[in-house]
């Protein structure tokens, strides 16, 4: 259900209905991918792994079904940390690109919760609110001052930190079906919204607006991602593609 690089290119992590983070080793050969095992099987969730990412080359996060997210320590294979302050299944985590101990995540319980991996016992700095179903997605902003929320309402939300409030709301009488995946381009002015549908809407941050829709997938879409540079958006769908925009 999820896969993540580490920040050197040298591991890649992945989870599933299995309730473990695997983490692999990548050789000098791509080619022999297949046959390689788990460098480490990190094991403590009790429900399905949504969401991993590495803070560090050795450091991951995970969010569960079990309704936990977990800071692992990969050198012990052991938690460091455990934030316990959702009330259902945690489906995204995203991490601050300016302040590394920051990161935020969305659940099903409709509410996305600012953390700080620092904070003495773990709880939430913020909690934030307005969607009237589960959160599936979010995404912070390039320059870390928010982020952006995908949730089964059919809506994505964008929230400031600064004020810790709600500055935006995307959505459309015309679209029926929840959020799968958001992606904010590299200034921060567009964000990608993909849908249990197969077009991609395109929306901008400041007025609120839709812009245009990428159609071109023939089933839903399930996940979009802008590359780091900015200059191309990856789009997968249950069609069995993957395609690139520029």
Not at 15 to 34: C, E, F, T
Request: net charge negative; with cysteine.
């Amino acid at each position: 259900m999820t896969c993540a690089y580490s920040p050197d290119g040298t591991m890649v992590a992945s989870g599933g209905l299995d309730n473990i983070v695997s983490v692999y080793k990548l050789p000098g050969d791509k080619r022999g991918m297949s046959s390689e095992k788990p460098i480490a099987e990190l094991s403590q969730h009790e429900g399905y792994l949504a969401c991993c990412r590495f803070v560090d080359d050795h450091n991951i996060l995970s969010a569960s079904g079990d309704g936990t997210c977990i800071l692992w320590d990969l050198e012990k294979r052991s938690p460091k940390s455990v934030f316990t302050n959702h009330e259902s299944d945690v489906m995204s985590i995203s991490l601050n690109q300016c302040d590394p101990n920051l990161f935020v995540s969305g659940s099903c319980d409709a509410t996305a919760k600012l953390w700080d991996i620092r904070t003495p016992g773990k709880k939430a700095i913020l909690t934030f609110t307005g969607h009237e179903s589960d959160i599936n997605c979010v995404s912070f902003l390039p320059d870390g001052t928010g982020f952006a929320t995908g949730s089964d309402d059919s809506s994505c939300r964008l929230f400031d930190l600064r004020s810790a409030n709600q500055i935006n709301h995307f959505a459309s009488n015309k679209i029926l079906s929840g959020s799968t995946s958001v992606s904010f381009s590299k200034t921060g002015r567009l964000l990608f919204s993909s849908y249990d549908e197969s077009g991609v809407h395109v929306w901008d941050t400041l007025r609120g607006e839709k812009l245009t829709q990428l159609d071109g997938h023939e089933e839903r879409v399930a996940c979009v991602q802008v590359s780091p540079d900015g200059q191309a958006l990856a789009t997968a769908s249950w069609d069995t593609t993957m395609k690139m925009w520029a």
